[in-house]
Nanobody, 112 residues
Framework: HVQLVESGGGSVEAGGSLKLSCTTSGFAYSTYCMGWFRQRPGKGREGVAAIDADGAINYADSAKGRFTIPRDNAKNMVYLQMNSLKSEDTALYYC????????WGQGTQVTV
């Protein structure tokens, strides 16, 4: 079955960086679009970045210029490199398969 496990969250000062990782198994990873989403306190879940199977990438306006979403098809992993973090980036971050998302991880907390 599909498994997605996020890691790498934590507390960081404003202006700092974090790299989130999503370890996946149970599906044909290299053929799937992968996305990162987040849920900020008191808000609904929102998309942050997505990368499709061909490597095309889309970023939310809030992520442009600060976040990147590399994927490693050999390791079945996707990452979210977050730089210049702001307090408003504080959220529970999830990785997901597909667009619209089909399967979700349990999330990793980022506090800025």
């Amino acid at each position: 079955h599909v498994q997605l496990v996020e890691s790498g969250g934590g507390s960081v000062e404003a202006g700092g960086s974090l790299k989130l990782s999503c370890t996946t198994s149970g599906f044909a990873y290299s053929t799937y679009c992968m996305g990162w989403f987040r849920q900020r306190p008191g808000k609904g879940r929102e998309g942050v970045a997505a990368i499709d199977a061909d490597g095309a990438i889309n970023y939310a306006d809030s992520a442009k210029g600060r976040f990147t979403i590399p994927r490693d098809n050999a390791k079945n992993m996707v990452y979210l490199q977050m730089n210049s973090l702001k307090s408003e980036d504080t959220a529970l971050y999830y990785c997901a398969t597909g667009l619209p998302p089909e399967d979700w991880g349990q999330g990793t907390q980022v506090t800025v």
